[in-house]
C-alpha cells in the first residue's frame, strides 16, 4: 500500500513539476544519480547543531525527482530539492542535527530517500562524535 502512495505522489510531482523545465516529464521516466551517501561532521560539542549536505548529480537522461525525504529520528530535519534536476546537473540535499538531547558520544544518523531511480530509496548517513 505505502508502494502505491509513493508511486502516486511520485507521479504527481512529476506532472506539477514538468511544466517548466527544460526536459518533458513523463510518468515512469527512470533516472540514475550519484549521491555522496556520508556525511561525516567529525568531533562536536553536545548542543551543536550539525549542519549536513549530501551532493547529488543527475548522471541519467530524464529529470531526477526526489518524492520524499525522511529521517530517522525526530532530531533530523531534512530537505529536499524542490525543482526536478535535470540531467547532468547538480544539487543537494540537506539536514540539520540538534545534538542537544543526544546521548551517545559516537552517532549515526540516518535519513531515507525516495526518487525516480532504481532502486528508488538511498540511505544517507550522518556521522559525528559528541563531546
Known amino acids: ?25 513523463e510518468v515512469g521516466q527512470k533516472t540514475t544519480m550519484e549521491i555522496d551517501s556520508v556525511f561525516n561532521a567529525g568531533t562536536v560539542v553536545k548542543g551543536e547543531i550539525i549542519h549536513a ?10 529529470p531526477l525527482v526526489f518524492g520524499e525525504v525522511r529521517a ?15 540531467p547532468g546537473e547538480t544539487s543537494q540535499i540537506t539536514a540539520e542535527v540538534n545534538t542537544a538531547n543526544l546521548s551517545s558520544k559516537q552517532i549515526i544518523k540516518s535519513v531515507t530517500t525516495m526518487s525516480n531511480t532504481e532502486p528508488n530509496i538511498h540511505l544517507l548517513e550522518i556521522k559525528a562524535k559528541i563531546k
Open 1 to 25: 500500500m505505502q508502494k502505491i502512495i509513493f508511486y502516486t505522489l511520485l507521479n504527481l510531482s512529476l506532472v506539477f513539476f514538468g511544466c517548466s523545465e527544460n526536459k518533458p516529464l
Open 53 to 62: 549536505t549530501f551532493k547529488v548529480r543527475n548522471t541519467g537522461d530524464y
Open 72 to 86: 530517522s529520528c525526530g532530531c533530523t530535519v531534512p530537505s529536499k530539492p524542490q525543482k526536478p534536476i535535470q
